[in-house]
């Protein structure tokens, strides 16, 4: 009971700091109501709305840049999933350490133990930033896999007759829907501006982040730098990741008797040797003793 009135008592605490916190941006006061008015669309998005108009400048004086530009750039990556700003994901891991503070606490006073305290707190501040890597690395699995569609749509085209601005949009229009038409999409866009399409393709590889993606981003500009034929390259990179493709398909395909050791060994065979032998074993044991 000591134990439990003493997380309470962190949990008030807390409570009390949180609503201090609120006073001091200009939350908690009487015309609240009359604060998220201005603000439309459902109550979720008028809290949204308030949080960014009164935490967000505060919370950006606070961190530093090159942390929220990094921020920024894994949002871009994730596919900037519900228009998330930086400061959003740190309040987002600020309310998961809290909850993972109330969580541990909780499992605390059950065990009588404060050791589930810390593992609760870190894992719930981390939890946003895990869900933004799993959104980073399907993203970037949807690319890997409509690539070569994409190459060999836009070696069609440029060998067609189009330039290279008019074949992406072909691919564009044309394209499956996918991270991978986006991100053609934004290039294009930054083309139609007046931007080269150096500058353009550049601008693409830190958005994606990916090796192979880089490599063809890379090879375009050096055929544009060089003079040489948009087609043939276009038509080079694509067998290669086709080719790249089937290898990696064949090392999954190799290692997948390995993979299955461990469940046939652990759940399979133990089945197996208890439907096999557990009646002989039965009559051994029960047999002589019923007779």
């Given at each position: 009971?000591?134990?439990?009135?003493?997380w309470?008592?962190?949990?008030?605490?807390?409570?009390?700091?949180?609503?201090?916190?609120?006073?001091?941006?200009?939350?908690?006061?009487?015309?609240?109501?009359?604060?998220?008015s201005?603000?439309?669309g459902?109550?979720?998005?008028?809290?949204?709305?308030?949080?960014?108009?009164?935490?967000?400048?505060?919370?950006?004086?606070?961190?530093?840049?090159?942390?929220?530009?990094?921020?920024?750039?894994?949002?871009?990556?994730?596919?900037d999933?519900?228009?998330l700003?930086?400061?959003?994901?740190?309040?987002?891991?600020?309310l998961?350490?809290?909850?993972?503070?109330?969580?541990?606490?909780?499992?605390?006073a059950?065990?009588?133990?404060?050791?589930?305290?810390?593992?609760?707190?870190?894992?719930?501040?981390?939890?946003?930033?895990?869900?933004?890597?799993?959104?980073?690395?399907?993203?970037?699995?949807?690319?890997?896999?409509?690539?070569p569609?994409?190459?060999?749509?836009?070696?069609?085209?440029?060998?067609?007759g189009?330039?290279?601005?008019?074949?992406?949009?072909?691919?564009?229009?044309?394209?499956?829907?996918?991270?991978?038409?986006?991100?053609?999409?934004?290039?294009?866009?930054?083309?139609?501006?007046?931007r080269?399409?150096?500058?353009?393709?550049?601008?693409?590889?830190?958005?994606?982040?990916?090796?192979?993606?880089?490599?063809?981003l890379?090879?375009?500009?050096?055929?544009?730098?060089?003079g040489?034929?948009?087609?043939k390259?276009?038509?080079?990179?694509?067998?290669q990741?086709?080719?790249?493709?089937?290898?990696?398909?064949?090392k999954?395909?190799?290692?997948?008797?390995v993979?299955?050791?461990?469940?046939l060994?652990?759940?399979?065979?133990?089945?197996?040797?208890?439907?096999?032998?557990?009646?002989?074993?039965f009559?051994?044991?029960?047999?002589?003793?019923?007779?």
């Amino acid at each position: 009971m000591a134990t439990l009135g003493i997380w309470t008592s962190i949990l008030l605490g807390m409570g009390a700091v949180f609503c201090a916190v609120l006073g001091a941006a200009g939350w908690w006061r009487g015309d609240l109501v009359a604060e998220l008015s201005r603000f439309e669309g459902p109550l979720a998005a008028k809290i949204r709305g308030a949080a960014r108009a009164h935490l967000g400048p505060s919370t950006r004086k606070r961190i530093p840049s090159a942390w929220l530009e990094w921020l920024r750039l894994r949002i871009v990556r994730a596919g900037d999933p519900a228009d998330l700003l930086p400061e959003e994901l740190i309040w987002l891991s600020a309310l998961g350490a809290a909850a993972g503070i109330a969580t541990g606490a909780v499992a605390s006073a059950a065990l009588g133990s404060p050791l589930p305290l810390l593992p609760c707190t870190a894992l719930g501040g981390a939890l946003p930033h895990l869900r933004l890597r799993e959104a980073i690395r399907r993203r970037q699995a949807r690319i890997v896999r409509e690539l070569p569609f994409a190459l060999d749509l836009l070696s069609l085209s440029v060998e067609a007759g189009l330039d290279f601005a008019g074949a992406l949009g072909k691919v564009v229009e044309k394209g499956r829907p996918g991270p991978l038409r986006d991100e053609l999409g934004l290039v294009l866009r930054r083309l139609r501006m007046g931007r080269t399409r150096e500058e353009a393709l550049l601008e693409a590889i830190p958005r994606v982040d990916l090796p192979v993606v880089n490599s063809v981003l890379t090879s375009l500009v050096q055929a544009d730098r060089m003079g040489t034929s948009l087609g043939k390259t276009l038509r080079i990179l694509a067998g290669q990741l086709r080719a790249e493709r089937t290898q990696r398909a064949e090392k999954l395909a190799g290692e997948a008797p390995v993979k299955m050791l461990v469940p046939l060994i652990a759940f399979i065979f133990p089945t197996v040797f208890l439907v096999l032998f557990g009646p002989i074993v039965f009559a051994m044991t029960f047999g002589g003793a019923g007779g």
